[in-house]
């Protein structure tokens, strides 16, 4: 049997010649992504070789937060407007993501913490506290402090969306405002309030989410909402203690870069949570199962 034209036969190495000719086109592959002014951003203060990894890894990081940022802001806007397929994409997206930035640590534990302190100088007062994209998020997700905004004062640009984020519902707030908008009966001080101050629990919330658990099959897309946002919750919480023992792992219990008590700081972190009530319903729950 013949071969097919333009076939090669098995084995026969190919030539791409003629197709690399195709590959110049106006608008390259490193034009698109801005290779250019990317991969020169790179830029230690010391001749040490780990300092590159340290870098690399939190710029890394800084693109995850910045596609985070997409997806959570977008999910928040599809669920105040009653579109909750597109939500748990975009929710889901942000878990996957975080479980990226989790795995980040795993590459930075391998430079010991001999190798951190040859560079460690040249980091000068920057520290991953002052990150206003880390922050912007924790802002969404609920977790509003008024005096964090204040770090980035020197920062107009940065000051300013902090502060709109800070004085905007929380993607639990718009999550209790739909539970409203479907019939549960919420107090208003949940459903409008001033957004920047800490959302406070509240026992009629409980009440809702635990309605919504009791009846899955009646309340499937709540009840998807909140399985959502505990995941978020959850690896947020993940990483979180990642980056933790991550730091304890490099630098002990030494003060941080940017003046913050470093392992300690972080350790109060953990105890913060956004979504109160998603946790405290499962209490309820088990308690009216026994």
């Given amino acids: 049997m013949a071969r097919h034209e333009g076939k090669p036969a098995r084995g026969a190495t190919v030539d791409l010649t003629q197709e690399a000719v195709h590959w110049d086109q106006p608008m390259s592959y490193g034009e698109y992504l801005q290779l250019g002014p990317l991969l020169s951003a790179q830029q230690p203060g010391t001749d040490e070789h780990d300092e590159m990894l340290f870098i690399v890894i939190h ?8 596609q985070c940022l997409h997806e959570a802001h977008a999910a928040a806007a599809s669920i105040a407007t009653d579109r909750l397929r597109p939500a748990f994409k975009m929710l889901s997206r942000v878990a996957r993501i975080q479980a990226q930035m989790i795995n980040a640590w795993e590459v930075l534990v391998t430079m010991t913490p001999a190798d951190y302190a040859r560079f460690r100088d040249s980091l000068g007062q920057s520290s991953g506290f ?17 005096a964090m905004v204040e770090v980035h004062r020197r920062h107009p ?17 718009v999550s209790l405002q739909l539970l409203a908008r479907r019939g549960f009966e919420l107090p208003e001080s949940v459903v409008e309030r001033d957004w920047s101050e800490p959302y406070r629990p509240s026992a009629e919330v409980e009440q809702a989410w635990a309605a919504i658990y009791r009846d899955t099959e009646h309340h499937w897309e709540l009840y998807e909402l909140a399985e959502k946002l505990v995941d978020t ?17 490099i630098i002990g219990q030494k003060p941080g870069t940017g003046g913050t008590g470093g392992v300690s ?18 209490t309820t729950l088990e308690e009216g199962a026994s």
Avoid: C, I, M
């Fill in 233 to 249: 919750e959850y690896h947020f919480h993940q990483w979180r203690f990642s980056h933790l023992k991550t730091v304890e792992r």
């Fill in 130 to 146: 002052q990150s206003f994209q880390y922050r912007e998020l924790e802002f969404l997700l609920g977790n509003k402090n008024a």
């Fill in 265 to 282: 700081f972080l350790a109060k972190a953990l105890d913060l949570q956004f979504f109160p009530e998603l946790w405290s319903v499962r």
């Fill in 157 to 173: 640009a940065h000051h300013r969306r902090l502060s709109e984020v800070l004085h905007a519902p929380s993607l639990y707030d």
């Fill in 59 to 66: 710029q890394v990081s800084e693109l995850w937060l910045k």
